[in-house]
């Protein structure tokens, strides 16, 4: 079995059966996601855990990820995305760490299964990783050309106010910071 990086690492479920359940057992076992190679692979491990059952209906009692994959609706207690391995995919060999993936898309609440559009759209609008709304501003204006570099020692900027009208135009997550 192959074995996925990053954004898979640490997504589990505990796979039981709506029979089981209301039948009063929550019997099943946790799946690491990471441990299969596509969605095939671990569709059939859940089906071999509960091969006492003719069909059973799978039900994720519970599940240990990233919310990034809950919000875009990509697991649920009776849903798990038949495209995780390919999203997860996508985003593995994007330029991006996913931390900065999943502040983008709360920044913008994006919640879609169609992860190029995002992958897309956070390209042309990532700036980078700041401490803090002051830092992003001062680095943001000196880079730009927007503050000389000799200023004389008698001008103060009040960085404070800068940042707040600055980010009228920008939005951050986790101290990543993105233009609107």
Same mark, same amino acid.
């Given at each position: 079995m192959a074995k996925l990086t990053n954004c898979l690492d640490t997504f589990s479920i505990y796979v039981g059966t709506y029979k089981k359940y209301n039948e009063g057992s929550i019997y099943g076992e946790w799946l690491n996601?990471?441990?299969?190679?596509?969605?095939?692979?671990?569709?059939?491990?859940?089906?071999?855990?509960?091969?006492?059952?003719?069909?059973?209906?799978?039900?994720?009692?519970?599940?240990?990820?990233?919310?990034?994959?809950? /919000?875009? /609706?990509?697991?649920?207690?009776?849903?798990?995305?038949?495209n995780i391995y390919e999203i997860a995919e996508e985003i593995n060999n994007s330029d991006y760490d996913f931390e900065v993936i999943e502040a983008y898309a709360e920044c913008v609440s994006y919640y879609h299964e169609d992860i190029s559009d995002l992958l897309d759209s956070l390209s042309d609008s990532y700036y980078g990783e700041y401490s803090s709304d002051e830092d992003f501003a001062q680095t943001?204006?000196?880079?730009?050309?927007?503050?000389?570099?000799?200023?004389p020692s008698y001008i103060y900027i009040d960085w404070e106010a800068t940042a707040r009208h600055l980010m009228y135009d920008y939005m951050s997550s986790k101290g990543y910071y993105f233009r609107n």
């Open positions: 996601l990471s441990d299969y190679s596509n969605y095939d692979e671990l569709l059939q491990a859940m089906q071999d855990l509960h091969q006492d059952e003719d069909e059973p209906e799978i039900m994720f009692q519970d599940y240990e990820c990233s919310e990034f994959f809950i /919000k875009q /609706k990509l697991i649920s207690e009776c849903h798990l995305s038949v943001t204006l000196e880079q730009d050309g927007s503050i000389p570099e000799n200023l």
